[in-house]
């Protein structure tokens, strides 16, 4: 049984209409920015890290370089100073921020890993293991240096 042929008036529907829905998935994420350099507002709708500091870049004098894929959509709103609103954007990245005549650079290194990974859990506590006191140790006099006697200590 052979299948029937599509015409090509549906196969443009068909292409049309995916790219409809492509366009509108992209017009969904949405960022507004408002304020100062001191009292920015932002008000991002499904944007990527990436579309928001390009937003940024375009409203104020903002230049970023990423070597981490800045594909993390953000939902919500931020308000404060420039760099707060930077530091906030820019949590669970490693990152440096710069700022020098009035212009900010950000250079984004990478993703930081999952708070488990960096830290190792602590080895457990063995029984029976006590301190094992260290030696006494005296003043060493050091050539060429004049003896003098330590501080008195305060009494805790």
Do not use: W
């Not at 029937?4 to 017009?27: D, T, Y």
């Not at 990436?50 to 990423?66: K, N, P």
Request: hydrophobic content about 45%; aromatic content about 6%.
């Amino acid at each position: 049984m052979r299948g029937k042929r599509v015409p090509p008036f549906c196969r443009r529907v068909a292409v049309l209409g995916g790219l409809f829905a492509v366009v509108i998935q992209v017009a969904q994420a949405e960022t507004r920015i408002d304020g100062t350099v001191d009292s920015v507002r932002i008000e991002m709708d499904h944007a990527s890290v990436q579309e928001v500091l390009t937003s940024l870049g375009a409203v104020y004098d903002l230049r970023f370089r990423s070597a981490a894929p800045l594909d993390r959509n953000i939902t919500g709103s931020l308000r404060g100073p420039l760099p707060h609103v930077i530091g906030r954007l820019l949590d669970g990245y490693d990152y440096v921020v710069k700022s020098a005549n009035g212009t900010t650079e950000v250079l984004v290194f990478a993703r930081q890993r999952a708070q488990q990974a960096q830290f190792p859990a602590p080895l457990p506590a063995t029984p029976g293991l006590a301190a094992v006191p260290l030696p006494a140790t005296r003043p060493v006099a050091l050539p060429g240096l004049p003896q003098q006697p330590m501080p008195a200590r305060a009494a805790r």
